[in-house]
């Protein structure tokens, strides 16, 4: 029996985009018929068309299948949902604006489903794609990328790539397992180094979205940057209680200087303007601080509350669980 391959498109606001995706995806589609192929949108609270174009896509191909979120949850929500939906033997996950090609499919599967008649590939759990150039993007949004990757892989047991993309093609048994982490911070990229397997990297140059505009601005990348951080390092709480032990050292040794200063000189009553510096700088090391730990409260507080990762509003799914969508006889 033929395999299938789910692919998984989270879309926000991608009317624009989406057919042209799903025409680039028919393209390779066409050149893999020994695979079942199913499409799972994922409408992420979409204020354009998106959820039209989606609809109207779905009546002219009954391997199109649909979600539609009650708001925007995030493109992290929004993965949740097509893998939990998703019910091929393969699942592929890619963006809705073509900078993750459809065409490098192909290669992908070369390695999760090698066949007798290639010459003998290892056989992978995950094939994942990583962009080598950052090229049309801007230069300080790409310098904060990889002062970010470097920061995390110093603090963080898992490592992550840079320049990794959720575009990855996965095994059921690794789709699966992103399942079970049902923490409610999500952060994709850690989730996929944490739960393992073997990964095959496939390299590829960056390419510019096909329509619409990127949804990522950079203060909404910089909150991102500190969620995955904090979902995947207690690093620095632990700077916190060493820079803490400094001061106190520093402190200390300060305290005897002035003692022998005043023992030795008397009691110069200069200084305090250091003083004040000196107030400042811990104060503000203290309130940093707090922030962080904040921080990791706040996210503890989250995670207690078992809200659902996203709401429903409209599907062309009769069931949520992951059971075959197609009828027998497109098997
Ligand atoms: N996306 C989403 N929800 C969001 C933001 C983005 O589902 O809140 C989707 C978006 O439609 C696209 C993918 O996530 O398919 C990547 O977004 P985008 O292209 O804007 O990010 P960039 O490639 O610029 O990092
Ligand atoms: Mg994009």
Redesign the pocket.
Known sequence: MKKTISIV????N?AAALPLFYQEALKVIDTLPNYNFEFIFVD?GSTDETLNVMKSLAEHDPRIFYVSFSR?F??EA?LLAGLEHASGDLIATM???C?DPPSLLPELLKYVDPQPSQNPVEKYDCAATRRVTRKGEPPIRSFCARIFYKLINRMSKVEMVDGARDYRLMTRQVVDAIISCQEYNRYSKGLWAFVGFKTKWVEYENVQ?VAGE???SFWKLFKYAIEGIVAFSTVPLTLAAFLGVLFCLIAFVMIIVVIIKTLAFGDPAAGWPSLVCLIMFTSGIQLFFLGVIGEYLAKAYLETKHRPHYITRETNLSHNSAAPHFSKDLQ
Do not use: L
């Open positions: 498109v989270p879309c926000y991608e992420d925007n995030g493109k929004a963006d809705a604006d900078q979205r990127t949804k990522w």
